[in-house]
C-alpha cells in the first residue's frame, strides 16, 4: 500500500469512464479524510449518523457525504439534516420516515435501494423479488428521490465469488430502468468494495465504495 494520495490517484486512474469512486470514512480520522479529498476523492461514505456527524465537524462539508450503513428510523431527522444522499432505504416505513422529515426541512433526499442480493439473513436490504413492489410503493413520495439500487454482496471470500450477486443487482437495475417508473430516475449503481470492485465495474456498477484500498487496513 502506498500513501493515500498515491492510493487515490492509482485508483482514480485506472476506472473507466463514467465510475465514480467514493472514499469509505468509517473509522479513519480527519486528517486522513482530508487527504483523500484532496487527492481527489469527490465523494465520501458514512456507516454511521453519530461518528459521520462528529467527522464531518472536523472535516467540513468539502463534498456529498452519503450514508452507507442501516438507518434505523429515530436516526433519520440527523440522517436528513447530514447527508447528501441516502443509499441503504429497504423499506417503504423508512422512505415515508425520510421524506416527511425532508418534508419539514424543504430538502428533496437521493435515496438508493438496497438490495440482500445474497439473501442473507444478518443483512439488511430488500430480497431481490420485492424491489420493484417497493419502488412502485414510495414512487409517490414529493420529497424522497429513488435514483438507483445499491447492494453490499459477500465481504469474504474470493472477489469473483461476487460476481452472480452483482450481476442480479444489475438486471434488477436494468428492469426497472426499462420499466419506466414516473418520478424514478435509474442512474445509479453503487457495488463494490476495496476487495471486489473490479468485479462490480465488469457486472455494470458506476459507483464504487472503498476504504481500505484507500486508507489501509483499520486500526
Do not use: W
Not at 47 to 63: C, D, K, W
Amino acid at each position: 500500500m502506498g500513501t493515500i494520495r498515491e492510493n487515490v490517484g492509482e485508483l482514480l486512474a485506472s476506472l473507466p469512464a463514467g465510475v465514480e469512486l467514493m472514499a469509505v470514512v468509517k473509522t479513519r480520522t480527519a486528517e486522513e479524510v482530508i487527504e483523500a479529498i484532496e487527492s481527489g476523492i469527490r465523494i465520501i461514505g458514512g456507516n454511521y449518523v453519530q461518528e459521520t456527524a462528529a467527522l464531518l465537524e472536523s472535516v467540513g462539508r468539502r463534498v456529498p457525504c452519503h450514508l452507507i450503513g442501516h438507518l434505523q428510523k429515530n436516526k433519520v431527522k440527523k440522517a436528513v439534516d447530514l447527508f447528501d444522499s441516502i443509499e441503504t432505504v429497504d423499506s417503504s416505513e423508512l422512505a415515508r420516515e425520510i421524506d416527511r422529515r425532508c418534508s419539514q426541512s424543504g430538502k428533496t433526499m437521493p435515496v438508493l435501494i438496497e438490495i440482500n442480493s445474497g439473501r442473507e439473513p444478518n443483512k439488511s436490504g430488500v430480497m431481490p423479488e420485492t424491489v420493484e413492489a417497493l419502488v412502485r410503493a414510495v414512487a409517490d413520495l414529493h420529497h424522497v428521490r429513488i435514483t438507483g439500487l445499491m447492494t453490499m454482496g459477500p465481504f469474504f471470500g474470493e472477489p469473483e465469488d461476487s460476481r452472480p450477486y452483482f450481476s442480479e443487482t444489475k438486471r434488477i437495475f436494468d428492469l426497472l430502468s426499462a420499466a419506466e417508473l414516473p418520478n424514478i430516475e435509474m442512474s445509479v449503481l453503487s457495488m463494490g468494495m476495496s476487495h471486489s470492485y473490479r468485479i462490480a465495474i465488469e457486472e455494470g456498477a458506476n459507483l464504487v465504495r472503498i476504504g481500505t484500498r484507500i486508507f489501509g487496513e483499520r486500526k
